[in-house]
């Protein structure tokens, strides 16, 4: 009796898992299928004589991403020049404010907190025209601060909402005896809440360049010349096409991911706080 | 009046601090809004030299006879409904699974790699699906006539007017079932265990359990996901790089056929464009206070 319950739940666990390991596969597929790709040599991509697997392995498509084509060079760097500041002026910015709606009891103070988080619940596509003619008359369009501008506007705000989450969970009595001690409001903020707090900020940072880096829409709209696209409008430039005499699909693969190496990077480096954020971000407002 | 001022004053570091804040987000997300909602109201056409007029509910009353209207909302419904319950019983699911795995890292390790497709940059994915899908090139035409040896009874995926919208559906449900688990994660983790050891011990099934204490507890966790899915009544970015609406006007949702008219067509009529995005937003708006009525009722947290 006692074995056959124990059986029972040897199959069960047996089950879970190999359905786990199924829905691994399917979520992994898309990244085993672009390296199939990117390491084959051009001739075996053709229906005819495609398999799942290469037959040749080949590096030459990665070496034509990285040095015969220029533009790709110039779209990664405006994308890393764009979520560099966006992200760090996003880390500050929020920092500061999500203190100051934490600690600071200044008048307003919960009026203007539930005015900018609303936003966040109204996509910023739906303002892009607006946005566009804003940009337009302010000769920002096409260039990469027309972009960092309103990407650090449109992350601000789940920033703000995660760090004053973080400094709420700070005891109040660490910076009060800061400022008894003679430390300024700001004097305060710096030696004592920056360092206990920095996980936060990994948090927010994260949570700031994940999306930014995917970002499509306003790049799209806005940039009009290479030297101020960003790489998710770069491979739209790379997209294998037909009608060209070259046949360009394992390079574009290549290509796909490279731009995915940033962003697994980040996740495998950071995985735990992914989880953190989700918490903190989603469920507690 | 007067302890106001002297209170503002006191506390005039807290507006220090939030300072750079306004700024961006007065700029950038204040002002677009009121902007969006000013250009609605008159002719602006982009690329039409001439000074914008004010032209009152024009752009409105031709929203209400536009043919396009229901065309994209249709389209857009077919592919919220192939989509939500799609991705949200997929992602309850696979938490489900991931939870029951006693040893912690390897429920950790499980739910990091379901996770990778969530961290992808979108666009970038979409472009790669679009290449799975390629009948000539693409792996699934592959898999299903070369090795399974069947006939796939499609001209192909993204060009067949019935298959597109599905074929998108199919690559959003892949890409965020992985975040769906872990809000589903979060909400598990906050349903008390004395209450499924209680039901066990007065003998109540696995299934009764999740029936009477997970679905019902879980209810602030689908509030969540219903408010953080709104945004997707404005899908654009998948069917622009995928379909660019097609094939015919297939794929042409509600958020593509604003931004086309805004970004694409004649002379990029703003104007118009922004009473679409403003009814949208209402629409949204409506939505939002169902799901808190229907929903978060009965929340049990603060």
Redesign the interface.
Known sequence: MITASRLKKDIAKTVIHLLLIAAVFVAMFLLFWLISIAVRPVQETYRVAASLLPKKLTIVNFHQVLFELPQMAIYYRNSLIITFIAVGSIVIISALAGYAFARVQFPGRNLIFWAVIATIFFPYTISLPALYDILFRLHLTDSLIGLILPYTAIWLRLGTLIMRQVFLSVPKELDDAAIIDGCSRLGAFWRVLLPITSSGWVVVAIFAFVPMWGEFILAFTVTSTPKSMPISIGMKMLEPNPAFAEWTFPVAAAAALMIFIPSLLIFIVFQKWFTKGITAGALKF | MNT?FR??WK?????A??A???G??G???????V??I??SFTR?E?LRPTKDALVGLVNYVEWFHDPAIWETFKNTLYFLAMYIPAHVLYGLI?AL??N??VNRRVA?L?R??????V???????A???K??YDP??G?FT??IE??LGLSFPFKGWLIDKRLAMPSIAIMSV?QYS??IM??F???LNNIPNQLYEAARIDGSSAWKSFCRITLPLLK??FF?IV??R??VL?I??QP??MTEGGPGRATMTY?LHA?YL??RWGNWR?GY??AW??M??LF?TVL?VMAWKFLREESV?D
């Open positions: 106001l209170r503002i506390e005039r570091s807290g507006y601090f939030i750079p804040l306004l961006y987000i700029m950038f997300i204040f002002l677009p809004v902007y969006t000013v250009l602006h982009f696979l699974l991931t029951s795995i950790t499980y990091s790699l379901l996770y990778i497709p961290v992808l940059p979108l666009p970038i994915v472009y790669a699906w290449w799975m000539t090139i792996v592959h898999i070369d090795i892949w992985g975040w872990m809000l994660l979060v909400g602030p966790t969540v408010i953080m709104l945004a404005g654009t970015v622009l790089i958020g931004y805004a970004f703003m464009a922004s995005y403003v949208l937003a949204a939002g947290y």
